[in-house]
């Protein structure tokens, strides 16, 4: 089957494949590179992966994403760039995540118009406004503190994930310090998709762990 090039394809396989989105942290992933972490979450059966870098400078940064372009369609899964619009283009992504600080959502439509393009939820708010700014999937979070987000000290906890959801039509995926534990309780709470940093970077078998992910969230 050929990789989706649109967004119509792409947001079908999102919604019908997407369990545990794991999110590279290359300063936490215990000296291991994204390339390692990459290749251990396509083993372990990621149907999409988003490359997080705030540290590389931009050359780099197009190589690196370049690579996981390959590596991504090579295994059958999505790719999600954070915040770099013009990287995630130059290498044909399949979408980007943007923070609310990071490009307007309805600019990125704009000039990406055929791109998943997720949205961070932190507010009532910037929920029910995701769909009418042009977003295809929000993220609600963080719902536990979290050792990836420096200087939060409000966080939203599982009850978000009903209260969030019900304000807006569109898919959705929840993070923010979850662990293997919380599983059960968030999957009773309408969550279906768990984006991870650190449970999968700092994993010492980080392709078994999120095959295991993969299992719990699935499981009906």
Known sequence: MSHPTTLNDRIKKFKTEVSIYPVSCERLSRGRSDFEWLEAVLTGGARIVQLRDKETDDRRLYDKARIFREKTIEAGALLIINNRLDIALAVAADGIHLGNSDLPVAEARRLAPELIIGVSANTREQTA???KRGASYFNIGPIFPTSTKEGLSTFLGPKAVPDFSA?????FTIMGGIKFKHITELK???AQRIAVVTALTMADDIAADTRKWRRALEQR
């Open 188 to 190: 009773a709470l309408g």
């Open 167 to 171: 304000l807006s039509p569109l898919p």
């Open 129 to 131: 406004s995701a769909h």
